[in-house]
Structures are given as C-alpha cells and as structure tokens.
C-alpha cells in the first residue's frame, strides 16, 4: 500500500514561524531491556570461523524489550546479532541502519544482513513453530529447538561464529534446522525505517524552493504539521501547492515505496525566517530494523539487536526550513530625469563601487536593469537646476526694485 502524507490544518493563516514545544521522548524510537519473561532456547556450542578455531557456549532466548513511554507497555521481540556484548537492564536501544553495525569484527555486511532477515521471516516469533516445522520438514522440532537454532544461524552471518555441527552436546533437531537456515538464506532488501525525514534542515533564500523533503516510514500515513509564514506554502514534486482542506485534508503519494518528497516555496520578498515541521506517525518497527545499545554511563556501544516479529509504535520527527536574503533593496523604484537648459556647474566625482554587504556577494543582488547611482546623480542635478533658478529669480526682482 503507498503511504500517504497528510498535511495538517495547523500549516494555514500563520503569520509567524513555528515554535515547537519540546517533542516527547519518543520522538525517536528507543528500547530498553525487560527482564520478565524471556523465551529460552536450548544452549548451543559454538566454533569460530578462525583458522585456528575458538569454541564456547552461549545461552540463547527471543529477547523482550519494551518501547520507552509507550502506555501500552508493548513487547518488542528480538534477536543478538553481536557476540559477546551483554545487556544491562537500564541499556537504552536506537534504530539505526544496518550500515551502523558497530561490531570490529562483524560480519554484519555485504549480503549477510539481508539473509539474517530471510531467517527472521521464515523463523519463531514471526512465524509459528507449526508454520517453521512444515515448511522446514522437520517434525520433532520445539520451540526451544526454532530458537537455539535461528540465534545459532543469526551470529553465524553477523559474527565469525556459527554452530559447532560436530559437537554432539548440540541437539540434533537444532542442527538439522541451523544447517537449512544457513544453505537456504538469501538476501532480502533492507527494511524501512520507523520514520525518518531526510534531510531534517534545509537553508535558502526568498524566492526558492527549499528542499527536498524526503520521508520514509513503514507507516501508511504520515501527519506533518506546523506553521508556515504568510505567503510560504508546501508543494509537492510537480510544484504545485498542496491543498489543504479542513477534513479531507488527505494526499495520496504514488508508488509502493513509501517514499513521500515535499518541498517548502518560499516567493521573492518573504522577510528572513524559518518554518518548522512535526511529522508525526503510528508505524511499524519492522522485522530486521537493527537497534543498537549504549551504555548508559559511559555511552559505550553494548550490543547490537535485531528485530524478530513487528510492533506498532508512536514515533515523531521535526524538520526545519530557514531562508535569509541576501544585501538586496526590499523595493525597486523607478526615477525619471527631466533634462533643464539652466546652466549649472557641477563638480568632478570619481565614483567607486561600495564593498558589499556582510552575508553577501555582488551575485546574491536581484537584477533590476537599472543602476541606483544614476537615479542619484539625476536627482543632484535637479536639485541644483533649482537652486539656480531661484538665484535668478531674486537677481531679476532686486534690479527691477532699483
């Protein structure tokens, strides 16, 4: 389904740019472990993929996270994807790509994130241990065994370890699954994000087109609202300006990317400002969304988490455009010489060109056709033509009185 961007009443009849109150905490979307209820899966013996392998054992579990500030205290389900980095209880998990992998040694690249995505899809809890058991064909399996053998699979494609086959301590239906998993993994494309807009600032000048705004989200509606100067409006690609009604107030972006571009007009002569934007939306945190753990005194990376099942979330992001005119006369006026025959003496002027103006070069002023400094001139001259004049006049009356 394509997504749409619908523009909020608030963008009509401001007068005056937009000043947002602080946007709630979950203008990002962020994760924090819950410690109540994990799902364990077996235990699995590893082996390293070093010429000189390193074995260990690793206990394995569908993660539980909770999503920060949201009412419905909804579970977010995930996997590791990053060995060995524990969790601690008040670690704090952000949405990033999957190019933001922060492991040293990771193998989280290339094709690999798009298979660990190929297991996610085909595996427990996005699918059920019924549905991973028919299409795998392998009937004994449990559920401990789905998940022992999709975490076991994950690190073999994120880290350079995989499961240790020859070691019999590793259940056999875990093996046989484990080895599926990673002989039929192919790459899938890269989910899209919650919501993110791109670039979140943009700066101009009057008379342009600031932008583009590009939005990209899983939702399938976007809200963006905000206050826009007098004159400013929002248009879309084609430069047309967005209509915006009172209830129907709805517009329809073609194509099925989920991609929206909008751009803000600003005409020649808006006064310097800004216009800044909420886009506000109800999304899905999709399956293999990479989320990434820091410290919370020290900031330190912590550990890398994948997204196992989707989960709707209230996310916001806020965008801004500023323009500010160059050294240019706010108004264009048009002067006519009148040429007198009155004699008048006028001094030599050598004329040099005035530096110009801080914020600006002589290429940012508007073009009027026309130089201010002869409109100048002409107005000395006609100022002195009738200083003469008048000086002849009182001539004239004074000798008429003798």
Not at 245 to 268: A, H, M, R, T
Request: glycine share 8%; with cysteine; hydrophobic share 35%.
């Amino acid at each position: 389904m394509a997504s749409r961007l619908r523009i909020g009443a608030a963008l009509l009849g401001a007068s005056a740019a937009l000043s947002f109150s602080a946007l709630p905490a979950y203008a990002d979307v962020k994760i924090t472990p819950d410690r109540g209820g994990q799902e364990r899966g077996h235990d699995v013996w590893l082996k390293s993929a070093d010429p000189k392998p390193k074995f260990k054992q690793e206990t394995t579990s569908v993660i539980k996270l909770r999503i920060e500030d949201d009412k419905d205290r909804s579970n977010v389900l995930a996997y590791c994807v990053e060995l060995p980095t524990p969790l601690e209880d008040k670690d704090v998990l952000k949405e990033v790509d999957w190019d933001k992998h922060p492991g040293k040694d990771t193998k989280f690249k290339g094709d690999n994130p798009g298979k660990v995505l190929w297991i996610l899809n085909r595996s427990y809890p996005n699918k059920s241990v019924k549905d991973v058991k028919e299409e795998f064909k392998i009937n004994d399996l449990d559920k401990e065994d789905v998940i022992a053998a999709t975490q076991a699979a994950l690190w073999h494609f994120s880290d350079n370890f995989g499961l240790d086959v020859g070691n019999e301590k590793n259940d056999p239906q875990v093996i046989e699954l484990y080895k599926k998993f990673v002989e039929k993994a192919t790459p899938e494309a890269a989910p899209k994000p919650t919501l993110t807009i791109s670039p979140e600032s943009v700066e101009g000048k009057p008379g342009q087109k600031l932008g583009p705004f590009e939005v990209k989200t899983t939702a399938t509606e976007v809200k963006l609202t905000g206050n826009l100067p007098k004159g400013v409006t929002v248009v879309g690609e084609d430069g047309k300006p967005l209509e915006v009604q009172q209830k129907s107030d709805v517009l329809s972006v073609k194509g099925v990317e989920n991609i929206s571009k909008f751009y803000v007009n600003v005409p020649e002569g808006t006064p310097d400002g800004q216009a800044a934007f909420k886009l506000s939306a109800n999304a899905d945190i999709a399956v293999g969304r990479l989320f990434v753990a820091h410290n919370e005194k020290s900031d330190d990376v912590a550990q890398s988490l994948v997204v196992a099942q989707p989960q709707k979330a209230e996310v916001e992001k806020e965008a801004k455009a500023s323009w500010k005119a160059g050294a240019v006369p706010t108004t264009t006026t048009t002067t006519t010489t009148t040429t007198t025959t009155t004699e008048t003496t006028t001094p030599t002027t050598t004329t040099t060109p005035a530096a110009p103006a801080p914020g600006g070069s002589t290429d940012d002023l508007a073009s009027t056709g026309a130089s201010i400094l002869w409109p100048l001139v002409g107005g000395l001259v006609l100022v002195g033509a009738g200083v003469g004049a008048l000086f002849v006049v009182r001539r004239k009356k004074a000798g008429a009185a003798e």
